[in-house]
Structure formats: C-alpha cells, structure tokens
C-alpha cells in the first residue's frame, strides 16, 4: 500500500520571547498560523527497516532528519517489525522559519498512527511530538493558535482562512539556537491580545498593523537582506509583513491579489523562493 499526506507549513503572526529557561529553552508567546504551502510525504510499506528518501540534496537522510526520529519513536510503541519507506516531496524551504522540519515529523506522527492502526489520540501524539521539536504540536494540529511556553501549549484562536500571503525566502539557512542567543530579552512586550482581537473582528489591516517578531532586531543586524525584502513588500501593496520565526522567509498580507502578483513576478527575479499562498 502507498499511503500520502500533505505537510502544511506555518508563519508566525506575532512571536515574542519573554525570557531564557532553566531547560535551555526560551519561554515564548506566538501566534502560529497554518499556510497551504506544503511538502508531501509519501509512505510505502516494506518488508523490514526504514528508508528515506527525498527531492532536495542538502535535507539529510539520517537520524538528525525529524522524519526518521518519528518514524523510531512511533516503531518503538507499535513494536512492530514492519518496515517503512518514506518519500519527502520538499517544497517548504529548509531551516527558514516555516516548521518545515517540525510538520514532516508531524506527518508521520499521523501516518504511522493511521498505517499500523495504533489508534493514538492527538494528545498522546502531541506528547510524543513534543520531544521531537517545540513546532511539532502546532504541525499536528494546526489553523490559528496562540503558542506559550516553548510553543507546545496551545490555544485555540478564531480561524484566520483564506488570506493571501506573499512568501519570500532568500535561499540561505539561519540557526534558530544561533538567533535565540543573540535576543536581547526586554520588558517591552507584543500586544498578542490585541492581535487575536483583530483576528477575531476578522480585521485584515488590524491584523496587517499588528504583526510582530521579536527576533526580527536581531537577523536584520546580521542579514539586512531580510529587512529589504519586507521593506520591498511594503512598497509595494502589502499591508503589513513580517519575518517568520527565526527567519530567513518574509511573509506579507495583501488585500490585493493583482498587487500580489504583480509583486511575486518582480521578487522571483531576484530570489529563488517566492510563493503566493494562503492561511488555512
């Protein structure tokens, strides 16, 4: 049997980080955002052991790829001799502050549940994914939500479907532990309140006025790259953008689709990766 799924990618509307843990971790606040810009992973049942294979040379095969250590995890508790054989159609850019890593491992999660009729609730499935990436959880369920802690404890927000995002990302990988060592942690905080307010009056320039990312001080002093692609969007009829996550992709939220376009047209000269996609 061939088994497939879609591995739906996420923005992060607002992301604030309010201080460094004892665990290592930074306790964050974020608005996490589901986007229809996916991978598709494909499962093939095989007689023993585990394969992976993928379309992008730089995504490792190995143990340090989040799909492998999904596929241990989930063998572990199925006790299971049988084999499976996975394909990752990667379409997500790599280390670019999408949960590309984070939603693969997710899909599995899924699949391998379905495959071998474990029968899991989400909430074990989160638990697991939980000590696979602080993304994983939001990656298994997705939409609108507010993220705390390391970004595992989720709440649920209004949907915010079916908005047009511009998603740009300049072709090179940044270290999240690199930027996170880098934050400065302040007292000025994000007004997430404010922004699921907006979202819940489903208020697009409310919404547009108020993204925000703390880590945004800290890549454009390293990567001014990054603040010339959100200030090109800006210019040119979005009305509001933001880096996400740990960078290096810019998102922008347009109210007109024509501007968008024309936009995406003139960035696809200049930058490998360049995306009109939407919130789901």
């Known amino acids: 049997m061939v088994y497939e799924i879609d ?5 992060n509307l607002a992301l604030d980080v309010l201080k460094k843990r004892q665990d290592g971790y930074h306790e964050i606040r974020s608005i996490m955002q589901e986007i229809s810009l996916c991978d598709k992973l494909i499962f093939k ?12 040379k730089n995504l490792p ?18 006790n299971t001799n049988v084999g499976v054989e ?38 074990k499935l989160m638990q697991i994914g939980e000590e696979l990436g602080s993304d994983v959880a939001f990656c298994l369920v997705g939409g609108t939500k507010l993220a705390e802690g390391k970004g595992e404890k989720l709440k649920e927000v209004k949907p915010f479907k079916n908005k047009h995002i511009l998603l740009v990302n300049p ?5 999240t532990p690199y930027v996170y060592s880098k934050i400065k942690i302040d007292n000025k905080r994000i007004d997430i309140e404010g922004l699921i307010k907006a979202i819940e009056a489903d208020d697009l320039f409310s ?11 800290v890549v454009f002093k390293e990567f001014p790259i990054i603040r010339d692609i959100k200030d090109y969007m800006l210019k040119n009829g979005a009305i509001g953008a933001l ?23 003139k960035m696809e000269k200049i930058y490998p ?3 009109h996609t939407l919130t789901v």
């Open 207 to 217: 919404v547009a006025n108020k993204l925000e990312n703390k880590m945004e001080e």
């Open 273 to 275: 990766y360049c995306f």
């Open 86 to 123: 996975v394909e990752i159609i990667k379409n997500i850019p790599l280390s670019a502050g999408l949960a590309g890593g984070s939603t693969n491992a997710a899909a599995t999660l899924l699949m391998l549940n379905e495959i071998w009729k474990l029968d899991l609730p989400l909430e």
């Open 243 to 265: 880096m996400s996550g740990s960078g290096a992709s810019v998102f922008a939220i347009y109210e007109d689709v024509e501007k968008l376009e024309y936009t995406k047209v």
């Open 7 to 11: 591995a739906h990618a996420k923005v």
């Open 171 to 175: 072709g090179f990988e940044i270290s």
């Open 45 to 56: 049942e095989i007689k023993t052991g585990f394969k992976l294979h993928t379309n992008n």
């Open 61 to 78: 095969v190995d143990k340090s790829n989040l799909v492998y250590r999904a596929y241990e995890k989930m063998a572990q508790i199925a």
